[in-house]
Nanobody, 125 residues
C-alpha cells in the first residue's frame, strides 16, 4: 500500500516562505506505477483545490493559477520525496496542504487514490 507522509507546515508571516515535504513509500495494489504526485489544499469552508503536479520523471510540472510564479514543486533523484517550495505567501494561502499520488496523469482530486494526512499552513501577521 502506498503511504504518503507530509511535513514542513507551520505559521509564517505574509511574504514569507515555507517548504513542504512528502515522503512516498510502498507499492500500489497491482504494482502500477505512480504517474503523478500533486499537492492539494483545503481551507475551512472551501473545496479542495489543486496546487501543483509533478510527473513520474520530474520533467513536467503544472500549477494552479493562484500559485503560479510563487510555488515550485520538485522531487529528489530517488523519487521518494516530493517538495513544495512556497514563496511570497499570502493569508489566502492558509489551508491544510495534502500530498497525493495517482497512477493517472491528472489534476482532478477524485483521480488520486493515495493521500497523506495533511499539514497545516497558516499565513498571518
Amino acid at each position: 500500500q502506498v503511504q504518503l507522509v507530509e511535513s514542513g507546515g507551520g505559521l509564517v508571516r505574509p511574504g514569507g516562505s515555507l517548504r513542504l515535504s512528502c515522503s512516498v513509500s510502498g507499492r500500489t495494489e497491482n504494482n502500477a506505477r505512480l504517474e503523478a504526485m500533486s499537492w492539494f489544499r483545503q481551507a475551512p469552508g472551501k473545496e479542495r483545490e489543486f496546487v501543483a503536479l509533478i510527473n513520474r520523471s520530474g520533467g513536467m510540472t503544472y500549477y494552479g493559477d493562484s500559485v503560479k510564479g510563487r510555488f515550485t514543486i520538485s522531487r529528489d533523484n530517488t523519487g521518494d520525496t516530493v517538495y513544495l517550495q512556497m514563496n511570497s505567501l499570502k493569508p489566502e494561502d492558509t489551508a491544510v496542504y495534502y500530498c497525493a499520488a495517482t497512477t493517472l496523469f491528472s489534476i482532478i482530486a477524485t483521480d488520486y487514490a493515495y493521500w497523506g494526512q495533511g499539514t497545516q499552513v497558516t499565513v498571518s501577521s
